[in-house]
């Protein structure tokens, strides 16, 4: 699969999870998806991020902020799983899931990058 291929396939899954959380009442706020390589390679190093970032080539975006229909805000791994595990049933590789769990983080593996 063709990197172009890739990012479109990422750009369905997405949709697919942006249709789902609103279905059942989530609001949700879209952080960043493009990170220029200078920036991917300040956040890595300050161990906010890796230099090989997804964001890079189009293939992870963070949710800057998710709520419940009520308002009340997703703060733990807790309240995240839901989305987490939709994201990896769609193929997905969920942040909630690496080291740091940035649960805010979802992306399309690529090249043995998450």
Known sequence: MT???KQEQFARMLGELLSWTHERGYKLRIGEVYRPPV???YYAARGLGIARSLH????AVDIAY???ANGEPLKTFEDWLP???YWESLGGAWGGRF???????FSL?????K
């Open 3 to 5: 990197l172009g291929e």
């Open 39 to 41: 920036t991917a390679r």
């Open 56 to 59: 890079r080539l189009k293939l």
């Open 66 to 68: 998710a709520r419940r």
């Open 83 to 85: 989305l987490g595990e």
């Open 99 to 105: 080291r740091n769990r940035d649960v805010y983080h």
């Open 109 to 113: 593996p690529h090249r043995g990058v």
